[in-house]
């Protein structure tokens, strides 16, 4: 059985219903799941100014922890397409195990929330990616095989590169039944990938 690990980090709240569908659907491949996030960076007082949502109920997670998963789905919102410092902080951590290849051949996902259409979210991705890259990771998009990617009937987020949501300008916009669907259904081609692998 695949060990995975949803690991996000959200400030409004969105990352965090799109790393609950991707363990759902990891979950329902048959993989043991775990929903963590990143520490936050900003002060207090400033979030609560900004109202981040406070109240995220995951662990956080220690970059320690992340040799022991098979599979690695990293979520993180669009900061002028590249992910956001706080995952950035988190993954500059892991210098030590990338030097003796702790992560080489295991697989690597993405996943993100931009707040516009064109706001950056497949360069996010890339940004992602990229590290799971340069760690040595088997990287897994979101196919089309979830063909709700191909709406042009309402705004979706996502690609092939990894499954994602649009905010709005104002994070209003919450994660549609589409953008939902294909977290889940990246999370699942996760599971199964990882568990081809090291099943």
């Not at 993989?31 to 400033?46: G, I, L, Q, S, Y």
């Not at 497949?122 to 998009?141: C, D, K, P, R, Y």
């Not at 916009?173 to 199964?192: K, T, W």
Request: proline share 4%.
């Amino acid at each position: 059985m695949a060990k995975v690990l949803v690991l996000y980090y959200s400030s409004y709240g969105h990352l965090e219903q799109m790393a609950h569908a991707l363990a759902e659907g990891a979950s329902a491949a048959g993989a043991t799941v775990d929903v963590k996030r990143v520490p936050e960076t900003v002060p207090v007082e400033v979030a609560q100014r900004g109202h981040f949502k406070l109240d995220q109920i995951a662990p956080v997670a220690t970059a320690a922890e992340l040799e022991h998963y098979d599979a690695i789905i990293i979520g993180t919102p669009t900061r002028y397409g590249r992910m956001a410092s706080q995952m950035a902080a988190f993954l500059d951590q892991t210098g030590g195990m990338w030097a003796r290849g702790a992560f080489t051949g295991k697989v690597g996902a993405a996943f993100t929330s931009t707040g516009t259409q064109h706001g950056g979210h497949e360069q996010t991705l890339f940004s992602v990616i990229t590290n799971l890259l340069h760690f040595g990771m088997v990287i897994v998009g979101m196919p089309y095989t979830h063909a709700g990617q191909s709406t042009s009937a309402e705004i979706v987020g996502g690609s092939p590169y990894g499954a994602g949501t649009i905010a709005g300008n104002d994070g209003s916009r919450q994660p549609s039944a589409i953008d939902l669907a294909g977290a889940r259904h990246q999370g699942e081609v996760v599971a199964q990938t990882a568990a081809k692998l090291f099943g």
